[in-house]
């Protein structure tokens, strides 16, 4: 992996840092790291525009929809945004990596962001390539499949650059990330409501429709 030099290191925090951190490490160019606080402000700042994006869009759900699976996909979706960071803390204690994880969870959870960009990519060239593809429940499992692969890419990247990790133990915390998230959507789909988180991953986008054979 080539290095970007990391002298002088840039003062961590800042939007425009925390933008160029972000496609630094969304290219896989560990120096993206740097610009990163190692603070508990750090880790606060990075979590802030997650959870006002969980309330915004909660309360409006809850206005549109006021029923059991509505606050149950509420609640479970403020889960998914916690739940990674208490199994990543766990594992950061047990390896003696504690002292990174407030600049690994804050450069985890902004450089999430880039997911969703990277399936407009994706979206984007279908449009212009395979308009009818894009379409179909075919188009929205390529769409989301290449998404989720580039987020499983970037939690193992950024916990192995992280927290110091070797490529093993990296793999090691995206499956226990995994794992927890499995169970708990398992869970949520076996008590009531029985709310099936997996239904939204198949929806979007074009799932709706029927495939064009």
Known sequence: ???????????????????RGM?????????GLVYFGNTADAVL???????ALWLVGGLLTMAHAPDATSATRWLFSLCMILLPAIVTHALAQRWGRSALWCRYIAAAWWTDWLSPFVMLGVALLMALGAPALLETTYGGLIINGVGFAYSLWMTWFIARVGLALGGGRA??????VLLSLTLLAGITALLPPHYMPWHDFMALPGASSAPHH
């Not at 030099?5 to 425009?16: I, L, R, S, V």
């Not at 496609?23 to 120096?31: C, D, I, N, P």
């Not at 793999?171 to 226990?176: F, N, P, S, T, Y």
């Open 171 to 176: 793999m090691l915390l995206v499956g226990a």
């Open 45 to 51: 700042t990075a979590l802030a525009p997650r959870i």
């Open 1 to 19: 992996m080539a290095d970007d030099g990391m002298t002088p290191q840039p003062a961590p925090g800042g939007f425009g840092n925390i933008l």
């Open 23 to 31: 496609l630094l490490l969304g290219r896989g160019r560990l120096t």
